[in-house]
């Protein structure tokens, strides 16, 4: 299995930015698509954006489309998610996820296509 770990979360104010890191470990990252999903206290955990094993493809929440990215660096064997104009209802704990398939030519929302999980990095967004 890939090891994750991620960085970067932390307190801001509404209309704020951060960025998220996602560190891989392992041999055949390259060969994976990713994604970044969060959970809020009480509330399932909910996708927000993926990315192709080639960086080709890429898909998001309809609730962050225009002010979250997502990128990756296969030789770094880093996953980043540039996140602006941030609001309260992001606050949550986010997580990076790696495929439990080899060339996955698509980005899936779909938890049940994630095998390796990070530890999880939190944000929070205040009014």
């Known amino acids: 299995q890939v090891q994750l770990v991620e960085s970067g979360g932390e307190s801001v104010q509404a209309g704020g930015s951060l960025r998220l890191s996602c560190a891989a470990s392992?041999?055949?990252?390259?060969?994976?698509?990713m994604g970044w999903f969060r959970q809020a206290p009480g509330k399932e955990r909910e996708f927000v954006a993926a990315i192709s094993w080639n960086g080709v493809y890429t898909s998001y929440a309809d609730s962050v489309k225009g002010r979250f990215t997502i990128s990756r660096d296969n030789a770094k064997k880093m996953v980043d998610l540039q996140m602006n104009s941030l609001r309260p209802e992001d606050t949550a704990k986010y997580y990076c996820?790696?495929?439990?398939?080899?060339?996955?030519?698509?980005?899936?929302?779909?938890?049940?296509?994630?095998?390796?999980w990070g530890q999880g990095t939190q944000v929070t967004v205040s009014s």
């Open positions: 996820a790696a495929d439990r398939e080899f060339y996955r030519d698509t980005a899936s929302n779909d938890p049940n296509q994630y095998e390796s």
């Open positions: 392992g041999p055949f990252f390259n060969l994976l698509s």
